[in-house]
């Protein structure tokens, strides 16, 4: 097997937040390519990307370049931005998806990034100690920790086990980076610290939101369903009958009832996990919860 048809193999096999790291991986990676030859052909660097994918502050180059709330989210400055930010959305999407859906990580991953950006925006054209300066945005951070706070605000008690050496509660860990971002703005990147509040305050909505029943990122899943469906062929084929099974169990379709008895049985899951926390859970509990999450 090719290295090509190995890494598709992986990358059809893994989960949604698992694809979203090997896109960024990718793109860092041709990047980075792309950016080294230019520099050993022209001995200067290559901007192309930074100017057409990273987010700018000013609104007169913003407003020709609308992807960019997007695209930034996709860009990493340095190795190390990137690691750090994989790293986290690796453990941290794990730990979301025992608790919500893959369409609704997709939901928190994206919309936190698009609010995430829209703060550094307004940030840099409003607030007095930044208007005068410019800046632009690069990183998945915003996306990353509104799927954080979304888990946390789920579920504040879950408990982590670091190193297999101490216990930390999933709401503590949540609470230093929020206090580190805050701490740094006076001193460095106080746009980008700030975008990284902006997708936290919008996971924690979110998820407020869902408890009450109210999915506020269904209207972004609609649109991703329709512009996906651009880029999906057509299929032709014969036209067949299709005789849908009537009958019911206690009112519900066999299909409804079904999907009622999983619910059911998630729900008791999670409020295990409220209670006593994920490392309670059994072994065949805990695989129920990887499988329907994704």
């Known amino acids: 097997m090719s290295l090509l048809s190995d890494l598709k193999y992986k990358y059809n096999l893994a989960s949604v937040h698992e694809k979203i790291i090997f896109?960024?991986?990718?793109?860092?990676?041709?990047?980075?390519?792309?950016?080294?030859?230019?520099?050993?052909?022209?001995?200067?660097?290559?901007?192309?990307?930074?100017?057409?994918l990273a987010l700018p502050e000013d609104?007169?180059?913003?407003?020709?370049?609308?992807?960019?709330?997007?695209?930034?989210?996709?860009?990493?400055?340095?190795f190390w931005?990137?690691?750090?930010?994989?790293?986290?959305?690796?453990?941290?999407?794990?730990?979301?998806l025992t608790f919500f859906s893959v369409?609704?990580?997709?939901?928190?991953?994206?919309?936190?990034?698009?609010?995430?950006?829209?703060?550094?925006?307004?940030?840099?054209?409003?607030?007095?100690a930044l208007v005068d300066e410019s800046a632009i945005l690069l990183g998945a951070?915003?996306?990353v920790f509104s799927?954080?706070?979304?888990?946390?605000?789920?579920?504040?008690?879950?408990?982590l086990n670091l190193f297999g050496v101490f216990q930390l509660k999933l709401w503590v860990l949540t609470v230093l980076y929020l206090i580190s971002f805050i701490a740094l703005i006076p001193y460095a990147n106080a746009g980008g610290e700030l975008s990284h509040l902006g997708g936290a305050v919008f996971g924690y909505i979110y998820t407020k939101q869902l408890v009450k029943g109210n999915d506020i990122g269904k209207g972004f899943e609609r649109l991703l369903v329709t512009i996906t469906s651009w880029f999906k062929p057509r299929k032709k084929g014969n036209l067949k009958?299709?005789?849908?099974?009537?009958?019911?169990?206690?009112?519900y379709t066999k299909g409804e009832f079904s999907e009622f008895n999983n619910q059911k049985k998630i729900d008791v899951i999670l409020d295990k996990i409220s209670k006593s926390g994920y490392e309670s859970l059994s072994a065949a509990e805990k695989e129920y919860l990887f499988k329907a999450g994704k």
């Not at 913003?62 to 400055?77: G, R």
């Not at 799927?147 to 408990?159: C, D, I, Q, R």
Request: charged fraction near 10%; proline fraction near 3%; charge should be positive.
């Open 241 to 251: 009958t299709v005789y849908k099974d009537k009958s019911k169990v206690g009112g």
């Open 23 to 52: 896109v960024n991986i990718g793109v860092f990676a041709v990047v980075a390519l792309l950016n080294t030859v230019y520099f050993l052909a022209t001995k200067s660097h290559l901007l192309l990307f930074q100017d057409y």
């Open 141 to 143: 951070s915003a996306s």
């Open 147 to 159: 799927v954080l706070v979304g888990a946390t605000t789920k579920s504040p008690n879950y408990v």
């Open 103 to 128: 369409k609704q990580l997709i939901n928190y991953y994206f919309v936190g990034g698009l609010v995430g950006g829209l703060v550094f925006v307004v940030s840099y054209n409003l607030l007095p």
């Open 81 to 96: 931005h990137l690691l750090g930010n994989m790293i986290a959305l690796y453990y941290f999407g794990r730990i979301f």
């Open 59 to 78: 609104l007169n180059q913003l407003i020709f370049k609308p992807w960019t709330f997007l695209t930034y989210a996709f860009m990493h400055t340095s």
